[in-house]
Protein backbone atom coordinates (compact mmCIF):
# COMPACT_ATOMS: atom_id res chain seq x y z
CA UNK A 1 0.00 0.00 0.00
CA UNK A 2 1.50 3.28 -1.11
CA UNK A 3 2.13 6.13 1.83
CA UNK A 4 0.46 8.96 1.84
CA UNK A 5 3.18 11.07 3.14
CA UNK A 6 1.76 14.42 3.12
CA UNK A 7 -1.04 13.18 5.44
CA UNK A 8 1.37 11.82 7.37
CA UNK A 9 2.88 15.18 7.86
CA UNK A 10 -0.31 16.48 8.98
CA UNK A 11 -0.42 13.75 11.75
CA UNK A 12 2.90 14.65 13.28
CA UNK A 13 1.84 18.30 13.26
CA UNK A 14 -1.31 17.50 15.01
CA UNK A 15 1.11 15.32 17.44
CA UNK A 16 3.42 18.38 18.57
CA UNK A 17 5.59 18.62 15.71
CA UNK A 18 6.30 21.94 13.96
CA UNK A 19 8.17 21.17 10.94
CA UNK A 20 8.16 18.00 9.01
CA UNK A 21 9.91 16.72 6.18
CA UNK A 22 9.93 14.00 4.16
CA UNK A 23 12.08 13.13 1.67
CA UNK A 24 12.17 10.87 -1.36
CA UNK A 25 15.63 8.26 -0.89
CA UNK A 26 15.55 7.42 -4.69
CA UNK A 27 15.17 11.30 -6.00
CA UNK A 28 15.80 13.61 -2.98
CA UNK A 29 12.53 14.76 -3.73
CA UNK A 30 10.35 16.20 -1.05
CA UNK A 31 7.65 14.17 -0.14
CA UNK A 32 5.28 15.68 2.11
CA UNK A 33 6.55 19.11 3.89
CA UNK A 34 4.95 21.17 6.54
CA UNK A 35 5.54 24.21 5.05
CA UNK A 36 7.47 25.37 2.14
CA UNK A 37 10.68 26.27 3.95
CA UNK A 38 10.75 22.97 6.12
CA UNK A 39 13.03 21.16 3.41
CA UNK A 40 16.61 19.94 2.74
CA UNK A 41 18.54 23.29 2.47
CA UNK A 42 21.90 23.88 2.17
CA UNK A 43 23.34 26.17 5.41
CA UNK A 44 26.41 27.25 7.08
CA UNK A 45 27.27 26.32 10.60
CA UNK A 46 29.42 28.47 12.47
CA UNK A 47 31.94 27.29 15.48
CA UNK A 48 34.86 28.38 16.65
CA UNK A 49 38.27 26.06 16.75
CA UNK A 50 40.57 25.60 19.56
CA UNK A 51 42.66 29.09 18.78
CA UNK A 52 39.27 31.20 19.33
CA UNK A 53 39.25 31.52 15.57
CA UNK A 54 35.48 30.83 13.93
CA UNK A 55 35.09 28.38 11.35
CA UNK A 56 31.67 27.84 8.91
CA UNK A 57 31.02 24.30 7.68
CA UNK A 58 28.36 23.98 4.75
CA UNK A 59 25.84 22.10 5.61
CA UNK A 60 24.21 19.80 2.89
CA UNK A 61 20.97 18.43 4.63
CA UNK A 62 20.64 15.92 1.69
CA UNK A 63 24.23 14.87 2.72
CA UNK A 64 23.34 14.19 6.50
CA UNK A 65 20.38 11.79 4.74
CA UNK A 66 22.90 10.33 3.15
CA UNK A 67 25.15 9.73 5.78
CA UNK A 68 22.29 8.75 8.39
CA UNK A 69 24.40 9.37 11.41
CA UNK A 70 27.47 8.01 9.99
CA UNK A 71 31.09 9.37 8.75
CA UNK A 72 33.26 6.87 7.09
CA UNK A 73 31.67 3.88 8.37
CA UNK A 74 31.96 5.66 12.07
CA UNK A 75 28.99 6.92 14.41
CA UNK A 76 28.62 10.60 13.64
CA UNK A 77 27.97 12.17 17.07
CA UNK A 78 25.70 15.19 15.48
CA UNK A 79 22.83 15.70 12.82
CA UNK A 80 21.36 18.31 11.25
CA UNK A 81 18.59 19.23 9.76
CA UNK A 82 16.08 22.39 9.79
CA UNK A 83 19.09 24.56 10.11
CA UNK A 84 20.10 22.88 13.10
CA UNK A 85 23.24 21.23 14.45
CA UNK A 86 21.72 18.30 17.61
CA UNK A 87 23.47 16.08 19.07
CA UNK A 88 22.63 12.09 18.89
CA UNK A 89 21.00 11.13 21.75
CA UNK A 90 20.02 7.43 20.46
CA UNK A 91 20.00 5.23 17.34
CA UNK A 92 16.85 2.66 17.53
CA UNK A 93 14.74 0.60 15.45
CA UNK A 94 18.24 -1.18 14.51
CA UNK A 95 19.77 2.02 13.43
CA UNK A 96 16.68 3.21 10.87
CA UNK A 97 15.58 6.12 13.59
CA UNK A 98 17.61 9.17 15.06
CA UNK A 99 16.57 10.64 18.62
CA UNK A 100 18.19 14.06 18.58
CA UNK A 101 18.55 16.81 21.48
CA UNK A 102 20.69 20.36 21.86
CA UNK A 103 18.74 22.36 24.75
CA UNK A 104 15.08 21.81 23.84
CA UNK A 105 15.52 21.48 20.13
CA UNK A 106 14.37 17.87 19.36
CA UNK A 107 14.91 16.05 16.11
CA UNK A 108 13.44 12.35 15.67
CA UNK A 109 14.19 10.78 12.40
CA UNK A 110 13.17 7.70 10.65
CA UNK A 111 14.69 6.00 7.19
CA UNK A 112 12.04 3.91 5.81
CA UNK A 113 12.81 1.80 2.37
CA UNK A 114 11.32 4.58 0.12
CA UNK A 115 11.74 7.64 1.96
CA UNK A 116 13.42 9.66 4.69
CA UNK A 117 10.67 11.36 7.72
CA UNK A 118 12.04 13.99 9.73
CA UNK A 119 10.19 15.85 12.62
CA UNK A 120 11.01 19.26 14.89
CA UNK A 121 9.95 19.92 18.17
CA UNK A 122 10.60 21.78 21.24
CA UNK A 123 10.32 20.12 24.91
CA UNK A 124 8.88 21.62 27.41
CA UNK A 125 10.60 23.00 30.20
CA UNK A 126 11.14 25.96 32.42
CA UNK A 127 11.33 28.87 29.59
CA UNK A 128 8.56 26.72 27.41
CA UNK A 129 6.04 27.09 30.36
CA UNK A 130 6.88 30.87 30.37
CA UNK A 131 6.29 31.30 26.71
CA UNK A 132 3.13 29.02 27.07
CA UNK A 133 2.21 31.76 30.24
CA UNK A 134 3.18 34.78 27.52
CA UNK A 135 0.98 33.45 25.08
CA UNK A 136 3.39 31.32 22.77
CA UNK A 137 2.26 27.42 21.92
CA UNK A 138 3.29 25.54 24.70
CA UNK A 139 5.92 22.54 23.98
CA UNK A 140 4.13 19.50 23.02
CA UNK A 141 7.40 16.71 24.55
CA UNK A 142 8.60 16.68 27.80
CA UNK A 143 11.28 15.02 26.49
CA UNK A 144 13.34 13.71 22.84
CA UNK A 145 12.60 10.27 24.06
CA UNK A 146 8.68 10.98 24.86
CA UNK A 147 8.55 12.63 21.18
CA UNK A 148 9.67 9.42 19.50
CA UNK A 149 7.55 7.37 21.39
CA UNK A 150 5.06 9.49 20.42
CA UNK A 151 5.32 9.63 16.32
CA UNK A 152 6.51 6.25 16.82
CA UNK A 153 3.72 4.55 18.11
CA UNK A 154 1.39 7.16 16.19
CA UNK A 155 2.80 7.01 12.54
CA UNK A 156 6.15 5.25 12.24
CA UNK A 157 5.19 2.06 13.14
CA UNK A 158 2.14 1.46 11.00
CA UNK A 159 4.67 2.48 7.60
CA UNK A 160 7.54 0.03 9.26
CA UNK A 161 4.67 -2.40 9.61
CA UNK A 162 3.80 -1.98 5.56
CA UNK A 163 7.47 -2.39 4.93
CA UNK A 164 7.70 -5.72 5.83
Avoid at 16 to 23: A, E, N, T, W, Y
Avoid at 107 to 120: D, L, T
Amino acid sequence: MAVNWVEKVGEAMKLGFSKVCVIDRASYGCLGASDATHIATLWEFATTDPDGNEVKETINENQELLEWGQKEGKPKKTFSFFGKRLNILQRLEDGKALVCLKGKDVIVAYQFKAAWFVAYAEIAGAAATADAAAGAPKASFGSAPAAFSKIMKEIWEEIAEDEE
